[in-house]
């Protein structure tokens, strides 16, 4: 299903068992462009009724710094509560370590959320879940 038609990101997604799959494209980078992809997202979970999202991040030319990451999550706090699991997957491997803060900066607003570099790995944790949960 596509989402929407902004022409500066696209919002796919479909549901998979209790699992909603996201896969966000788009060549933008800017703090603008997250907010509103991640508005997108939670309207559209809000929607489904669904608590087990898997985000694929399109591919970009720089991550967020840590002050966006931070604002980020603060925007996402007061959505913390419509998923349970929220499994980031990271396609550009350089940029994994630097998403990581976001994981950090999610779990300490309440967001259980994880970063994965590989989609299989992100559904494992979906399914099944880990000794560290939040």
């Known amino acids: 299903m596509q989402s929407n038609?902004?022409?500066?990101?696209?919002?796919?997604?479909?549901?998979h068992g209790e699992i909603l799959h996201f896969?966000?494209?788009?060549d933008i980078d800017s703090q603008a462009i997250r907010i509103a992809y991640w508005q997108e997202i939670v309207a559209i979970t809000k929607r489904?009724?669904?608590?087990?999202?898997?985000?694929?991040?399109?591919?970009?030319?720089?991550?967020?710094?840590?002050?966006?990451?931070?604002?980020?999550?603060?925007?996402?706090?007061?959505h913390s509560t419509i998923?349970?699991?929220?499994?980031?997957?990271?396609?550009t491997a350089k940029f994994v370590s630097a998403m990581?803060?976001?994981?950090?900066e999610g779990r300490e607003v309440g967001i259980n959320v994880r970063i994965f570099n590989r989609i299989e790995d992100a559904e494992r944790w979906l399914m099944y879940g880990s000794s560290d949960e939040i």
């Open 48 to 78: 489904e009724g669904l608590r087990k999202l898997l985000v694929v991040d399109r591919k970009k030319h720089k991550p967020a710094n840590p002050e966006e990451l931070a604002q980020l999550a603060a925007m996402m706090q007061i």
């Open 23 to 26: 896969r966000v494209t788009g």
């Open 5 to 15: 038609d902004d022409p500066d990101f696209k919002v796919a997604y479909r549901k």
């Open 83 to 91: 998923a349970d699991r929220i499994a980031l997957v990271e396609p």
């Open 100 to 104: 990581e803060h976001a994981e950090i």
